[in-house]
Every structure is written in C-alpha cells, then in structure tokens.
C-alpha cells in the first residue's frame, strides 16, 4: 500500500505561482511512476505530469509544459508541482498519483484525496 497526501493548493491570480506537494509513505517508491492529474468540473481527470521515482525522468501535458515543473525529494519521499504562469483554466483539483503508467489515469494503483487549485482572471 502506498498512502499519499496532497497539500499547497489555494487561491491565486492568473500569471500567480503555486507549488503542491504529495508526501507518500507506504511500499518502496522506487518501483513507481509518480503523476499529477487535475479534473475541473463536469470534464474528465486529465494528466498534468509524470515523474519516474527512480531516475527522475519527467513527462508533461502540453497545455502545462513550460510552465509547471515536477520534481522529486527522495529523502523526504515528497513529489512536488511547481506552477508557474497560472491560468484561469488550470482551475481544476490536483490529485497525486502511484503506478505504472505514464500518462494514463487508468494504470494508476494509488491516489491522494485531491488538493482545489482556483486561478482567478
């Protein structure tokens, strides 16, 4: 079992910045690939990001690329997403995410409880 908790979501304006973090605990991380989704209201969960635990590979939607960066504190088994340059439709919940995949919610085994990101215009 993997447990993950995010948190540093919030309230900001379009062009604002704000850095989520999910603390995991549970089975050894190494094995797995740590994502990022969001799903605003009435549309489907989406991929944001996607960090490889071991090696530090990362992956990026378009719509987010070079503006959120994902990475990784293996001592503290924390996984972060910083985001920058924020847009009234990056309004979503964040969720973190465990599991095999890279992009697809799908093969993902062990989510977080979701933090509200709200980007006002």
């Known amino acids: 079992q993997v447990q993950l908790v995010e948190s540093g979501g919030g309230l900001v304006q379009a062009g604002g910045s704000l850095r989520l973090s999910c603390a995991a605990s549970?089975?050894?991380?190494?094995?797995?690939?740590m994502g990022w989704f969001r799903q605003a209201p009435g549309k489907e969960r989406e991929f944001v990001a996607v960090?490889?635990?071991?090696?530090?590979?990362?992956g990026y939607a378009d719509s987010v690329k070079g503006r959120f960066t994902i990475s990784r504190d293996s001592a503290k088994n924390t996984v972060y997403l910083q985001m920058n340059s924020l847009k009234p439709e990056d309004t979503a919940v964040y969720y973190c995410a465990a599991g095999d995949s890279w992009t697809m919610a799908g093969g993902y085994d062990y989510w977080g409880q979701g933090t509200q990101v709200t980007v006002s215009s």
């Open positions: 549970g089975r050894t991380l190494s094995k797995y690939n």
């Open positions: 960090i490889m635990w071991s090696g530090g590979i990362t």
